[in-house]
């Protein structure tokens, strides 16, 4: 993706006042973290096209010296870490997993173990946009206009705990949808 560093800069900055600024109409802790988090990844971002912009201005100072190598180099390797960080993979925004399809194994970032994958877990449930307060069109911009790819995901290490999770989710009660009455019928 080609784009102006500094037109890039001040895009991700009004992103930023913008997260912020929506956070104040969240009704959740879950919204005002996913904003937090979002937040700050947006300031890491900016910070990494900061650098981008110092090695190009000291490259333009360092033409035909001795130091014009070592210059390039480190705009290289400036461009290179921001590309790593934020344009290779997904960017969770709430909870991280790491698959290894190669070997079948999954890193559990709450425990921070590796584990064989011998089932579809983990299993990554989208958070829907409307729990979100108004923040997935946001990042929906942020994407379009960066190339980062971001996640609103919760991550759940076993069946059990996903369906605990629905239940959860749907306010029902399992022991009474599936309560049996003396008449044998539900």
């Known amino acids: 993706m080609a784009y102006n560093n500094l037109i890039l800069v001040a895009q991700l900055s009004g992103f930023r006042i913008q997260v912020l600024a929506n956070r104040l109409g969240c009704n959740s802790d879950l919204a005002r973290s996913v904003h937090d988090k979002l937040a700050e990844i947006i300031a890491g971002m900016i910070e990494g096209q900061r650098k981008i912009l110092a090695a190009e201005r000291a490259l333009l100072a360092a033409r035909r010296t001795s130091d014009e190598e070592d210059a390039f180099f480190d705009l290289h390797h400036y461009r290179t870490a921001y590309y790593e960080t934020w344009l ?19 890193f559990d970032f709450y425990t921070g173990e590796w584990h064989h994958r011998d089932s579809e877990t983990p299993i990554a449930v989208p958070v829907s946009s409307d729990k979100l307060c108004g923040l997935a069109e946001i990042i929906a911009e ?16 076993s069946e059990a705990e996903a369906e605990a999770a629905w239940w959860k989710s749907t306010g029902a009660n399992p022991a009474e949808v599936f309560a049996v009455n003396e008449a044998g019928f539900h």
């Open 142 to 157: 942020i994407e379009e206009t960066s190339g980062v790819r971001f996640s609103v995901d919760h991550v759940y290490y």
């Open 88 to 106: 290779v993979e997904t960017v969770a925004l709430l909870d991280e997993y790491l698959v290894d399809d190669l070997t079948q194994e999954y």
